[in-house]
């Protein structure tokens, strides 16, 4: 599994590997897939239909809030509109960080996907301004209106709701990005094959975990243990984690999985592909320290599995 707090070098990575492969326009036709606004996909259309312009503030109070992002944003029914002022992304901060910390680039255009909100906003009937200026500090805003009310100003008085956060007043942990690897392999899987999940995964655990490879090459198994209680732990479900290690051995067993549990209970269809997230990512940590990788089982329902590193 990868944790719902790596996701976001996750996402950066799988465009970048998309355009590398096919294209700037694949990319593009990965975001309409990704952002197309149904009932299961992401759940702004459903706040929006059920509350209208004040569904913005709904959806966004709570991912905002759960993503520890530092922001300001208003809500004036009244006068028709809501707007988001990004002081720093999470998602593009972090990748910000990881080129520092790392040296992993994050996709360039990888801020233009937000936009993809759109086919959202406007499938309803308001009307969407995104203001891409700062994104290379990772600020930006939103101004989202219904062209019947909203006269062009953006007033804020009496009416206006404000909710104004810091990073440093929440804990980063937004469970709902587990949709991003399982729609990412989704889209993958059912378009060019298992081949390209495999090679996307490989990509992805070499440029993200590299410390943790060459920390398998120099400790052995007791680095890819110290990974997988580390995920287990950000993930708040170490009761689902059982470990042995042995000298030349490291068993694990997985009662659930937290990624498979929130699709599940939000309704989301789990992908068929999505084991490979476990699988490949483990075996490529494993092979590039010396190990070999064995996935005993893996049920599709629950995500619970059990499988094993060895000499």
């Known amino acids: 599994m990868v944790s719902c707090t790596e996701f976001i070098p996750y996402y950066s990575e799988l465009f970048s590997y998309l355009e590398e492969k096919h294209g700037r326009e ?130 804020i008085d009496e009416d206006t709701m404000i909710m104004d956060r810091r990073a440093s007043d929440n804990e980063y942990f937004h469970k709902d990005f587990h949709t991003g690897p399982n729609n990412g392999l989704q889209y993958l899987a059912t378009k060019f094959g298992l081949e390209e999940v495999i090679a996307f995964l490989q990509r992805y655990t070499q440029n993200v975990n590299g410390r943790t490879i060459e920390a398998v090459k120099r400790d052995g198994l007791s680095a890819i243990e110290d990974m997988i209680r580390d995920t287990y732990r950000k993930e708040k479900a170490e009761d689902a984690l059982s470990m042995t290690l042995e000298p030349d051995r490291l068993l694990v067993k997985i009662a659930y999985c937290p990624g498979v549990k929130h699709l599940r209970a939000t309704g989301r269809t789990v992908s068929p592909w999505y084991r490979y997230n476990t699988e490949i990512v483990m075996k490529t940590l494993a092979e590039a320290g010396g190990y070999r990788f064995t996935m005993e089982s893996y049920d599709e329902e629950t995500g619970a599995s059990a499988y094993r590193f060895e000499k």
Request: aromatic share 16%.
């Open 26 to 155: 694949e990319v593009e036709q990965f975001w309409e897939f990704l952002f197309q606004p149904a009932e299961d996909g992401i759940p702004l259309i459903n706040f929006i239909k059920k509350e209208g312009i004040h569904g913005c503030w709904s959806y966004w109070s709570g991912s905002l809030n759960e993503e520890a992002a530092d922001f300001t944003m208003y809500l004036n029914e009244k006068r028709g509109f809501y707007l988001l002022k990004m002081h720093r992304c999470p998602s593009k901060g972090r990748l910000l960080t990881l080129e520092e910390e790392i040296g992993l680039k994050p996709y360039p255009l990888y801020c233009l996907h937000c936009d993809y909100y759109r086919r959202a906003i406007e499938k309803i009937g308001l009307k969407y301004i995104y203001n891409f200026q700062g994104i290379e500090q990772a600020a930006c805003s939103i101004l989202i209106y219904d062209d019947k009310v909203f006269d062009g100003r953006v007033i």
